[in-house]
Every structure is written in C-alpha cells, then in structure tokens.
C-alpha cells in the first residue's frame, strides 16, 4: 500500500481544522493514530486522564471515518508496541508515504524523536504550525527578545492589543486592564448557595469501551470511571461552553479564587480538558464570554478574568515552554530535594484542605487553579520537594494536563524553578490563606494560626520555615522583600522552634507512608 501524506495525529491534536489536514486527499492520504501504553505511563497517569485521550481519541476517528476518510488506528489492545516511535516505525515500512505530515507535538521529547522516526525509515517529515493558539512559538520568542523578565501581565495587555480582544481603540475597555482585585472574594460562613452544575456527557457505548479497558488494565491506577462525563467530540465541548457562558460565568470572576468542601466544580468553566485536546478553540471560548458581556450577560470582572486565563496565561505559558526547553524541565533553583510525599497518591492525610483537593483530584482528574496553586503546589513548594517530581504528578493525575501548559505552570509558577523567570516571587503562604479562601480548615485538626506545637498547622510552620532557609534570596528582592521582613518579628528561639518543628515534618513525610 503506497501512501501520498501520512497524517500523524496525536492524543491532544483532534483538530478537524487542523493544518496537518489541508490538502488532504482522502483518494492518497491516510490519517496515522495510535495508543500506546507509554504514554500512559512515562508518568503514572491516573485513570480519569488515561480514559479522557482514549475515548476522546476513538471518537475522533469515527468521525474522520464518516468523512470517508481512512484513519489508521492502533488500538491499545490490538498491538503490542509499547511506545509512538515504535508503534510509527512498525507501519512506515507497509504504508510508505511520500511526506509524514503533522503539526508540533505538545510535548518537546516527541517533537524530537518522531521526526527521527520518519527519517530513519527514508520518508519526509514536514511539520505545520499548530493554527489552534494565538501565538505562535516564533511571534512569542520575538516579543520576548530583549525581555530581562517575562512578565504574563506584559504580554496579555500586547496580545489583547495585537488581537482586538477587550479593546476600545487602543485602551482597554472599562478603562482597566485587569480586574483582578475585584475576583479575589470567598464565600463566607454559608458557603456557595446554588451553584449551578456543569454539564454532563454520560458515556455511551464508545466511551463506555474505553472505560471498561482503563479499568482492566490500569486497575492499580487511582480514580474513579463510575462519575466521568467530560466533553469528549467538538459538539459536546461547544455545549459545555454555552452551559458555563449562560450559568457560572457571570458569578466566576468574584469567586474563581474561593474552595470549599465537596465541591470541585463551583463556577468554574471546566473546559481546558476539551481545549487543550483541541476539541474547542480558544477564539471560540473567548469569542463567546466577550459577547456575553456586550448583551450585558455577565460582568466586566468575570470576563476579564476569564479570558485572561485564556489568552494570556495559557498562551504565555505556551510561549515560555517552547523557549526554553529542553532545559526548563531539569531547573531547580531552590535546590529543593525532598522526595513528594507518599499521600499526594493516595489522599490520606489529616490535613484537610490536602484531603480535599487530592481526593477530588485523583478521583475526577480535575482541581481548580487555587486548589493547584495554592494548596498542593504551595505545600510541594515550602516542603521542598523536587520540582521533577511534581511535575510528574501533575502530568499524571489531571485531565487536562499536556505537557506544553502543565510544566510551565508547575515548575515556573507553582515551585519557583526557573528562579523568577516565569513570575516575579514564589507562591508560598501560611494557613491563614487557606483558611480566608476555604472553609477546608473548620473542623480539620490543626491549627493554621500556629507554627509550632503538635496541632500547628504544617502550611503555617513549612511557610515560616521556607522564609527562615531562603532569607537571603528574597530579603532584598524588590517584589519579596515586604513579605520576608515579617521574619523581624521572630526571636532566635522562635525561629529555631519553626525549623526544628518543619525537620520533623518532612522527615515524617519522607518516608512511604500515607501523611
């Protein structure tokens, strides 16, 4: 079988735009997929992660199949090549194509070793720019040229000014660019009232396939299948789009940053799963809550806030991942070398704001920014945990995580990594935090206003403790040095209290056992 254009599509490329695609003849082309069981392991995905790219894979290929195209699938059970390079290089030789088309890959180690694939086997790799984001790898490393800091805030107010996006003329709509000050709020001693539900996708006879499979054979991975109802085609993304647009939206700015007890969703748009496989385009979503507010649909604020995370965040953390790699994944800056503790798996530990947010992740797949951020990232970060680790258990246990978005925003935002690269100081902060956004801490046994002492909260006595070892850094720092000035208050005897106290935390943690 002699083939014009292979067509490789990958895992999070399910694109029926895509630019892989034009010129495609389905008389002499052939679109490649496959499922191989590395990618699910290179990290130790969880199953809801495992189960999203699968189904949503599947489902893709029928629907190339009904345009009468031919698609080439490797279905996890009917092969045995353990990996993409192999599973390629097996096929090559029988199809035999002129060119190997496909846009980038989102991760750099297949963005390398796929087209030494192709070469090896006598073909042609020709890649294609991946039309799905705003900015392309190139434009961003332009902006960036001659940038002693990337600063996300710098580039979201030069690409809504480049693209139109909240612009009247060459100001800002509302006369402010950012509205963050006005989406910090927390709900209070009565807790979210009537928060609409997202919606939901039951599985049909496809999915269900793909859940029975994961369930088999990923039996020792943590997650529960019995509750996945994520978007999985283009039409279902575009109906969790409109559902978020007409019921969580307008409340989302005034409370994106708030958590509370048993409920993962809360406003938020639960629609980067379906982005990041390129099911739904970002000029869609952000097409969609800009329109909201002109019909006076939802607020200035919580527009804002959600498009910021869309075309500023997201691409910017694009754009950085791109230009610094390879060498970004290995940046360790803090020299933190704690392994990650044994209970970021499992979610047993007596701290509740980490019970919450670990058991609604390893279940569902999904936690919030905050939750991300603020409460296992914050505790990895003044642990001292190694960032490699916890960019590992980033890429495995959420739905959305490709690597091009999930390392930037681990080792760059949420572990300091890059030493300020990405953002100007750490995200470190006490219980007291966690207690203002949540109520995770009523009733947990621990006490966010003390350091030390057996019911002191270990967010308090690891944010104490990761001032005291990193004072010299951050003492004069221009953006830090107002927050470590608070260790002027602590005496001598105080402040070896707080380190004695955060040895035997992470001693205990160090160990395999649950926290």
Request: charged letters at 25%; a neutral charge.
């Amino acid at each position: 079988m002699a083939v014009r254009n292979l067509i490789v599509v990958l895992g999070d490329q399910l694109d029926v735009d895509s630019a892989a695609f034009e010129g495609f003849d389905p008389a002499h082309d052939v679109v490649w997929m496959a499922e191989v069981a590395h990618e699910a392991s290179h990290v130790w995905s969880t199953q809801p992660r495992i189960a999203l790219f699968l189904a949503a894979m599947r489902h893709f290929r029928d629907a190339l199949r009904v345009r009468g195209w031919t698609v080439q699938y490797r279905a996890l059970d009917r092969h045995a090549h353990a990996t993409l390079e192999d599973a390629l290089a097996h096929d090559l030789p029988e199809l035999r194509p002129e060119k190997v088309i496909a846009v980038r890959p989102g991760e750099w180690r297949l963005a390398q070793s796929l087209p030494k694939v192709v070469n090896a086997a006598g073909s042609r790799w020709v890649e294609r720019p991946d039309l799905h984001f705003y900015c392309a790898p190139g434009e961003f490393a332009d902006w960036a040229r001659g940038r002693r800091e990337l600063r996300m805030e710098h580039f979201y107010r030069w690409i809504r000014r480049r693209e139109g996006v909240l612009m009247d003329g060459e100001q800002p709509v509302a006369g402010r660019w950012n509205f963050d000050a006005d989406n910090r709020g927390h709900f209070g001693k009565d807790g979210p009232q009537e928060v609409p539900l997202p919606a939901a996708f039951p599985p049909d006879a496809l999915t269900r396939e793909v859940i029975a499979l994961v369930q088999d054979r990923f039996a020792d991975r943590p997650g529960d299948l019995t509750r996945f109802d994520w978007a999985l085609t283009p039409a279902q993304a575009r109906a969790a789009l409109e559902d978020f647009i007409a019921l969580r939206l307008p409340s989302f700015g005034r409370y994106q940053d708030a958590m509370w007890t048993d409920q993962p969703w809360l406003y938020h748009a639960l629609l980067s799963a379906a982005m990041n496989l390129k099911l739904l385009s970002p000029r869609m979503v952000v097409s969609a809550a800009v329109q909201a507010w002109r019909e006076g649909r939802a607020p200035i604020e919580a527009v804002e806030g959600f498009v910021r995370q869309v075309i500023g965040w997201r691409e910017f953390v694009r754009g950085v991942y791109w230009l610094r790699m390879p060498g970004f994944a290995a940046d360790n800056v803090l020299q933190a070398r704690q392994p990650l503790p044994a209970f970021y798996w499992d979610g047993r530990t007596h701290m509740a704001c980490l019970r919450q947010a670990l058991g609604q992740t390893l279940q569902l797949g999904y936690a919030h920014h905050i939750q991300r951020l603020m409460v296992t990232g914050s505790f990895a970060l003044m642990l001292g945990v190694e960032p490699a680790q916890v960019h590992a258990w980033y890429l495995a246990v959420y739905v959305d995580a490709v690597e091009w978005v999930e390392l930037p925003n681990t080792l760059g935002m949420s572990q300091f990594a890059d030493g300020g690269v990405m953002v100007s100081k750490p995200y470190a902060a006490s219980g007291r935090y966690i207690q203002r956004m949540s109520n995770y801490c009523a009733g947990c046994r621990y006490d966010p206003g003390e350091a030390v002492g057996e019911t002191a909260c270990p967010f308090t006595t690891l944010y104490w403790d990761f001032l005291l070892r990193h004072e010299a850094r951050f003492a004069r720092h221009p953006r830090a040095a107002l927050q470590w000035r608070s260790l002027e208050r602590l005496d001598d005897t105080r402040r070896a209290a707080i380190t004695a106290r955060a040895q035997q935390l992470r001693a205990r943690l160090a160990v395999p056992a649950a926290g």
